[in-house]
Structure formats: structure tokens, C-alpha cells
């Protein structure tokens, strides 16, 4: 039996739906079990009681709006659907309910109660699916590695990878998209390799010129060059017996390289300006946005430096491609954010997080860290809010065209000015509205919610884009994968 709630101060109106909803059956047993209220606060009250399965709620109460409890109402039962009830012609509360996490919506004067009906069976529908999501993402198996999180293949075959070389010094290769971890990738293996003593030393090898990325790495002598007023060690003497991480080593000037190559070879280096020769000691991890492959063909890489360097190499995917990882990467990185920030927010609303896991992160995941900060930080309570995040428009289509040496999406900035690459504004819509679908299974409530568009608008859409249920499979599976 499901439990139903419906909370409106029409006394005559809550007996007339109570006698309704208690005379359905199934298999010859009652459907529902009706609780009623006629105040906000007893709405709650009865919320909290009675944990239904859905609510009607009534826009307009004597005490609060029905608006301004949603919220309150979904943190005391849990996964309870609330169906809210407005004025037919306010479709701006409409569009606001949605955005607040109502499930869907009805207009009063009541529709038939066929319609009703439809309208409860769907949300229970909705909630017996989501809640087997749920049970399928608890199944699946989720991989913790240090401060690495992950459940998508990719990530557990990339864990897998890592424990192989943790317990060698061999170098390693970390490829991938800025943001994507390769940093974090360096440091859990040399957390897991040594014990805590041995010192990490990293060096981003974009980031400073060439003379002294030199200097920085191999250290230099006293009088080698003007202000070089003492002798000072570089990177791979400090990291003693430990790890030298080379950040962005694709960037690295081809003299350097060179150089670097023979220190891989001889394990053994001078400080610039010096004779003497110091031992390497320390293991060296290297990391690169870049394709070092096409580098070398573009004879910007040493293709001797490329071979040594790419006998173990890990390449982390970008987020959008395994977009499975993303409830994970949310709720273990809100609990690293609130400790910094000092803040409680823990509750992510359903429909907060399919926002999440839509967006494109050309910036993967310290992009998501970022847009979670600053949404933490807004946060009035404990609840992570949708308006707090960057809006849909930036979403990429998996049948976007794609502008060379992007990362992909339809509204990746251009690498080339080739204006066939943008699509028309109504491409881009059509786009949209089918990767919205694609996301929530054809659950036009929900894309409404994702779109903050009314369902009316929606229903227009659709028509007209040709992507109506029976005018043509034009919605992609979820997962949606980009077409990188
Ligand atoms: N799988 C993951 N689990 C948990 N946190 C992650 C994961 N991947 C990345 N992060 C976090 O995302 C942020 C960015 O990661 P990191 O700095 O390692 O990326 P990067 O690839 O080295 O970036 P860049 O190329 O720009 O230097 C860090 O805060 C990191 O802890």
C-alpha cells in the first residue's frame, strides 16, 4: 500500500479526494492509505509522521505556501514525490516549484480524476525507478584509492593500473585533460609506494622560462649565472630518495628535454654551472594535457624521450566521459569543501544532481570542485542549490559538431574561426531538449525541471523538433557519452 499526503485547507475538497484515492485497489487490497492536513505546519507534521510516498500540496495554505515548504517537506520523507498545486494561470509559481524540487505539478480547478490519477501513478513510478537506480549504483562498485574516488570502468581499471606501479620505481606517464587528476594520480602513488618521510617535489615545466626550469630542476652553483649568489640544489636532489613530479612536461623546452633524457639514462646529473656529479635517487612521475604522440610528430617532443617516458603511462578520461563518476565525486568532495569552508551542506537534490552530472566540465574535475565551492558558499542552509550553479546553456550535444583540438561540446570555444562549426540557435536547442530527455528517460516533468521551461513549452518543443514519443529515435541512451 502507498502512503499519500494530501495537505490543502479545503476541508470539503481533502474528504472528496480522500474518498477517491481510498477506493482504489490493487489485486482486491487498497492502493493508498490517505492522510490529510490543512495548514503547512500540519503538512509537515504529517510528513514527518507518516513518510508517504507522495504528497499533493496546495500552493495556497492559511500559514506558509506551499512553495516555500517544499524543500522542508523533502528533508523529512526522504524520497517522497510532492505533487504541488497552483492557480491555472501561475505559471511562474509553477516554474519555481519545479526548480524547488516539486515532482510535477496540477492546476486548479482539479482535472478529472482519471488525470489525477495519472498523475500520482507517475510519480510512484518515478520513485520505485529511481529508488532501483539507487540500488544499482550502491551495486556498483565504487573504488577509493587514497583520495581517489570512482565507479565508472574507466576509473576501476585506472586504480587497478596504479596499485601495479605503486610497488616499483619505474617512471610513469600521466596523460589527460587539465582538471582531470593526474596530480592526485602522482601523489596516491607515491603515498602508496613510500612511507611518509620521503619527500614529493613537484615542478610545473609550463610555468617558468626556460634558464630557470633549468636551474629549478638540476640546481645550480654558486657564480653559474648572475644572482646565483650561492649554491642552491634543485628538485631532483631535494626529492632525495622520493618522487619528482615533471607537471605539464609537454611543455618542456626541446634543449631540456635533451637533457632530461640523459638523466633518465645515467641516473646521474651536474647542477648548473658544476663539474661534480650528483645521483639521482628519486622517481620520477611526469604529467602532460598534452598528446605527446602528436608532439613528437609535430617535432615539438623528442621521440627518444617519448618512448622512455611512455613504457608505463596512465591516461585518466575526462569527466564527461564517464559522467557515472560524478554523484561520487560530489559527495566526497562536499564533505572536503565544507570542512574548508565551514559549512554543513550535505543534501544535494535529486534534481541538483542530474543538473551536475548534465554540465559539460571542459574543466573536469577541478572545475566541478570549483562550481561546488562557490555553491557551497552560497548556500543559506544545508542544501545544495540549482540557481547556485552554472545554467544548461553550456551543455554539450554528443552529435555536436566538434571544432579541432577541443575538447568537444557544441559551445567550445572554436580552435579554428570556421563559423560552419557553430550550430543555429535552434540546433542547439533541439540539442538540449533531446539530451534533457535522453537524461531523464523521456520524463517530461523533469526535463521541464532541468530546462526550467513550463511543461506546455516543452510539449511545443517537442513537436516541433520531431522528438515527440512515435516521431523517430532521436533521444540518446543515458549514459550520455561525448563524441570525442
Ligand atoms: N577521481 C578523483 N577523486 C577525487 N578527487 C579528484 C579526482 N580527480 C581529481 N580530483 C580532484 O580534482 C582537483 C584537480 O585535480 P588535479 O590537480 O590532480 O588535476 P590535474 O590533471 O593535475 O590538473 P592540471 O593538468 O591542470 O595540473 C584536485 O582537487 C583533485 O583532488
Redesign the pocket.
Known sequence: METLLIVDDDVSLLETLTMHFEDIEQDGQPRYQVFTATSAAAGLKAAQENMPSVVILDMMLPDRTGLEIIEEMKGLCGDARIILVTAYHDMETTIRAMKAGAFDYIHKPFPDPAALDLVVERALEYRQLSRRADEVHRDNAVVRLG????TSVS?QQLVKEIGKVTGSAATVLIT???????????RVIHNYSYDEARPFIGI?CSAIVDTLLESELFGHEKGAFTGAVSTKPGKFELAEDGTVFL??IGDMSLMLQAKLLRVLQEREFERVGGVKRVKLRARVIA?T?RTLSDEVAQGRFREDLYQRLKVITLF?PPLRERRE?IPL?VT??LERINEKVHKRVTRVPQEVMERLTLLPWRG???E??NVLTRAVVLAPGDVLRGDDLPALEALPGPDAPRAPGTAGGMFAAPAVDDVSLIPTLEEAERQLIARAMAVTKGHKGRTCQILGISRPTLERKLQKFGLAQGQGPQVHPYPVKDAS
Open positions: 583520495d581517489i574516488v570512482g576509473m589527460g585533460e587539465s582538471g582531470t587528476g593526474k596530480e592526485l594520480i602522482a610545473n607537471d605539464e604529467a594535457h585518466i563518476d565525486l566526497h568532495m573536469n574535475v577541478r566541478l570542485e
